[in-house]
Structures are given as structure tokens and as C-alpha cells.
Nanobody
Framework: QVQLEESGGGMVQSGGSLRLSCAAS????????LGWFRQAPGKERDFIGG????????YVRASVKGRFTISRDNAKNTVYLQMNSLKPEDTAVYYC???????????????????WGQGTQVTVSS
């Protein structure tokens, strides 16, 4: 069992930055791939990017590449989503998710993930 808890959300003006944290507990963290998703009101949950467990490969979707970066600190069992140059359209609830993986994969489908955090709200004002 893995428990995930996001933090770091809040309200920020357009152009600002936030760093979201996803703290994991319960199992060996580096055996899990982590993904970040977001869901705006009335929309589906969208994949933002992820980081693999065993190789620390990262991927972010094209629409946020250059503004968002993902990293992890295995010693702290924490994965981060650094968000810069935020835009009003980035407003959403942000979730982290984990799946056990030893192959270095990054999964884009939310259905691939076993564990989810409760989400943290990010609001970007214009």
C-alpha cells in the first residue's frame, strides 16, 4: 500500500510559480513510477507528465514543456512538480499518482496508476 499526499497548491497570479510536492509513504519509493495529472471543472483528468521509478526518466507533455518540470527525491520519498510562467488555463486540481514499475516506464493513462493522492487546488488569476 502506498499513500500519497500532495501539497503546495494555492492561488497565484498569471506568470507566477508554484512547486507542488507529492509525499509518498508505505513502500519503497524508487520502485514506483509517479505521474502528475490535473483536472479542471467539467473536464477529464489530463496527464501532465511523469517520472519513472528505476531510471528517473522524466516526461512532460508538450503543452507545458519549458514551464513545468518534474523531479523526485527518493531520500524524502517525494516527487515535485515545478510550475513556472503559470497561466489562467493551468487552473485545476492537481493530482499525483503512483504505480509499481521496475522497467523505467512512464504511464500516461490514468487507469495505469494504482495509487492516487487527494489532489491540491491550483488557481491562476489573470
Amino acid at each position: 500500500q502506498v499513500q500519497l499526499e500532495e501539497s503546495g497548491g494555492g492561488m497565484v497570479q498569471s506568470g507566477g510559480s508554484l512547486r507542488l510536492s507529492c509525499a509518498a509513504s508505505g513502500r519503497t519509493f524508487n520502485n514506483y513510477g509517479l505521474g502528475w495529472f490535473r483536472q479542471a471543472p467539467g473536464k477529464e483528468r489530463d496527464f501532465i507528465g511523469g517520472i519513472s521509478g528505476s531510471t528517473d526518466n522524466t516526461y512532460v507533455r508538450a503543452s507545458v514543456k519549458g514551464r513545468f518540470t518534474i523531479s523526485r527525491d527518493n531520500a524524502k520519498n517525494t516527487v515535485y512538480l515545478q510550475m513556472n510562467s503559470l497561466k489562467p488555463e493551468d487552473t485545476a486540481v492537481y493530482y499525483c499518482a503512483a504505480v509499481r514499475d521496475r522497467y523505467g516506464n512512464i504511464y500516461r493513462d490514468p487507469g495505469s496508476y494504482t495509487y492516487w493522492g487527494q489532489g491540491t487546488q491550483v488557481t491562476v488569476s489573470s
